[in-house]
């Protein structure tokens, strides 16, 4: 009956061990989900948005020489926000999960890239909405603002290398977890005893040289 419990024990444990990791990842996919949510809504109200002019003679949609500088303003916004977030998530991925080794870079990246494709998706739902339907309704004279949209799809990479960043910092930079705990295993050499020091020679340097104690 010993051998049994013995043998179950391990395998409890690291079951527990599996779950509670997957606990942990379940959570900073949500707090990345969060994030990003909040960073869609900063992104929208921080973007200034070009216009369209519905022209009244033509009735074609024109935008001002501005209003084109204007539109990379998106892109620029979710690159800022994207650094930002992403090192804040990168700094919680690593003191989550520190002790699972390399694999919390990949985990650091897949949260930024999460809350980057929710910052995205959200962003442009709390836009004014497609150009093309607002533009046919409109009257000529009128304007019409931009929809609020990513134009460069690999402004997403910013958001996973700012969260990978801090945790390969951190790695490279911090004290290594193992040397640490070998030193603290090194056992401490003893001070020679009296007798150790009575039978020692002294050099022409003075120093004191004394034979290893011998355990019996």
């Known amino acids: ?51 369209w002019r519905i022209d009244a003679t033509s009735s074609s949609a024109v935008m001002s020489e501005r209003g084109v500088t204007q539109i990379v303003s998106a892109d620029v916004w979710f690159v800022i926000t994207g650094a930002l977030v992403g090192v804040g998530l990168g700094l919680v991925t690593w003191k989550w999960f520190r002790p699972l080794g390399w694999p919390t870079a990949l985990l650091a990246v897949a949260a930024g890239l999460l809350a980057g494709v929710v910052c995205w998706q959200v962003g442009q739902l709390l836009g004014p909405g497609s150009e093309a339907d607002r533009i046919a309704a409109a009257e000529p004279g009128s304007v019409i603002p931009a929809a609020l949209r990513l134009r460069a799809v690999s402004a997403l990479a910013v958001w996973g290398f700012a969260a990978i960043t ?45 034979p290893e104690e011998t355990t019996g």
Do not use: K, N
């Not at 013995?6 to 690291?14: A, C, I, L, S």
């Not at 603290?184 to 001070?191: H, I, N, S, V």
């Open 166 to 210: 801090p945790v390969l910092l951190i790695s490279s930079l911090g004290p290594d977890d193992e040397d640490a705990s070998s030193r603290r295993r090194r056992p401490r050499r003893q001070a020679p005893g009296p007798a150790a020091v009575e039978t020692g020679t002294v050099d022409e340097r003075g120093v004191l040289t004394v």
């Open 1 to 51: 009956m010993s051998t049994t419990i013995t043998e179950e024990q391990p395998v409890e444990r690291r079951r527990d061990a599996d779950s509670s990791v997957v606990l942990w990842v379940a959570l900073l996919a949500g707090l990345s989900a969060v994030v990003g949510g909040l960073s869609a809504v900063f992104w929208a109200s921080v973007v200034t948005l070009p216009t």
